[in-house]
């Protein structure tokens, strides 16, 4: 049977070789298809933008129907249908500054930098003496020179001690 190509934008396969795939890719059907396909990630504000530029379709006016369906160069749009855009639009951008809002830090200033950074290095002094009993029995093990100088190097990586370890309450690990 030979192998197939599948053509996502179309849904159809057909036999893979160099005509019918030169065909079906410079074909009309294909590019309405992939035009169709990338026209439904559009967003709101450019859809309405390219509405408001084009002349309203008579004939669907008249009958509701059109025969160039979205390949049409007028719009479909009824007044009902821009108005729902215009809202879409309006509450896109209240969710997209609200989202920015609230991305946005506190004001911080120095002082609570450092008395965190004081907190920090007190929490760190506290778990210094098991790094020092760490790294006492590191220099009596045979690692290699370069992990001794790694500093704070985590629990986790250190060697057990010759007589093991005593009263562990290293809470952060990595």
Known sequence: MGKRYYCDYCNRSFQDNLHNRKKHLNGTQHHRAKKAWFDSFRDAATILAEEQTKNPCRRFQQTGQCIFGSNCRFSH?????????????????????GFFESRKSP??????????????????????????????????SPLPPHFLSIPDLPASLLPPPPNGWLKITVTEWG
């Open 107 to 140: 004001e911080r200033s120095i002082e609570d930098w450092l008395a965190k950074r004081k907190r920090n290095n007190e929490t760190t002094d506290r778990s210094s003496i098991l790094k020092v009993e760490a790294v006492d029995s590191l220099l009596a």
């Open 77 to 97: 749009m009824t007044d009902c249908d821009i108005e729902r855009l215009k809202l879409q639009i309006d509450a896109e951008n209240r969710a997209r500054e």
